[in-house]
């Protein structure tokens, strides 16, 4: 039987997978994303489907950026910012003649998790990827909400702190995990890259007052991010991903910061649903999983 190729394009590598329609792996690796140019980009990426072309029936990508996933079109790319303009859709069916579809990398990650992970069962619900910003994928009535423009959960953009001068408003700073660790390593006087498996070992332990505030005014930012998106959308579940989401502590304190902010307001707690604030299942698999879901449901074979 036919594989599906799944392909995540990231910023630091490119991972791909060969994938069935249910969701099982046969085999997953990655490279080095090239950062020079389109054409350099290109080779890799037809470098990737050589290997399989004669096994798979299908492509699932997931790229960041605005995707128009009619056409392929990439607007924007993130840290790849020749991706702008390039149809990659398009050059892969042309040059493979299979079936290709294109996701943007948050709303990839939000249809890994509806289809078989932490939100599978819900028909609307929302994961945010906790990193250099906060992605965000938004499912409503069992489709990934896209909004007018294709710019639905872009939550980085919004206003975090609005007090603060510069990108320091927004919530992709506030919300931030590298500038978590980033501030924190800063108080420890650690090396600039250090483990965050580091940081979290000192957050564990509660031995230091300005690391814990750190952390507690952090998970307090996001919570009061949920809160903003759940008035809004009212869903039953959010699913937060990302390294950090990893650290059982964050889950834990998102949860507490949450119950703090709306036992402080008892009109919002009187009227706004609760939703389940839980760990996303499939990590940093999750774009690849999701890349291949819209493949399949462009193809009609699911959901």
């Known amino acids: 039987m036919s594989k599906l ?5 990231g910023g630091t590598n490119i991972k791909y997978a060969l ?3 249910n969701g099982e792996i046969f085999l997953k690796d990655q490279i080095t994303t090239p950062t020079n140019n389109l054409a350099d980009f290109m080779t890799a990426l037809y470098g990737i489907v050589d290997q399989f072309d004669t096994q798979i029936s299908g492509i699932g990508i997931s ?4 995707i128009d996933t009619a056409t392929g079109m990439i607007s924007f790319g993130g840290a790849l910012p020749f991706l702008h303009g390039c149809n990659l859709k398009e050059l892969l069916t042309q040059k493979y003649r299979l079936p290709v579809e294109i996701e943007n990398d948050a709303k990839a990650c939000a249809l890994a998790e509806y289809w078989l992970g932490s939100l599978a069962g819900f028909p609307n619900g929302a994961v945010l ?4 910003g906060v992605g965000c994928g938004v499912i409503l009535d069992g ?3 896209r909004g007018t423009h294709g710019q639905c959960g872009e939550v980085s953009f919004m206003i975090g702190s609005p007090k603060a001068t510069g990108m320091d408003k927004l919530v992709g700073t506030s919300c931030s995990s590298v500038n978590l660790i980033s501030q924190i390593s800063e108080v420890l006087a650690l090396p600039t890259g250090t483990d965050g498996k580091v940081i979290f070992k000192e957050i564990r332990s509660q031995q230091h007052p300005q690391v814990n505030q750190i952390f507690m005014d952090y998970c307090m930012n996001l919570a009061t991010l949920l809160l903003n998106i759940q008035a809004m959308l009212d869903l039953p579940i959010y699913a937060i991903g990302g390294g950090i989401s990893n650290q059982p502590i964050v889950i834990e304190t998102l949860n507490k910061q949450y119950d703090q902010l709306i036992d402080e307001l008892p009109i919002v707690k009187e009227t706004i649903a609760r939703p389940n ?5 499939y990590g940093s698999d999750a774009n690849l999983f999701g890349a291949v879901y819209r493949l399949l449901d462009g193809k009609n074979e699911v959901g």
Do not use: H, M, Q, R
């Open 129 to 132: 990827v906790l990193g250099t």
């Open 63 to 66: 790229a960041p950026g605005k």
């Open 5 to 9: 190729l799944g392909i995540d394009i």
């Open 143 to 145: 489709k990934v909400s």
């Open 19 to 21: 994938l069935e329609n």
């Open 277 to 281: 604030i839980v760990k996303a299942t």
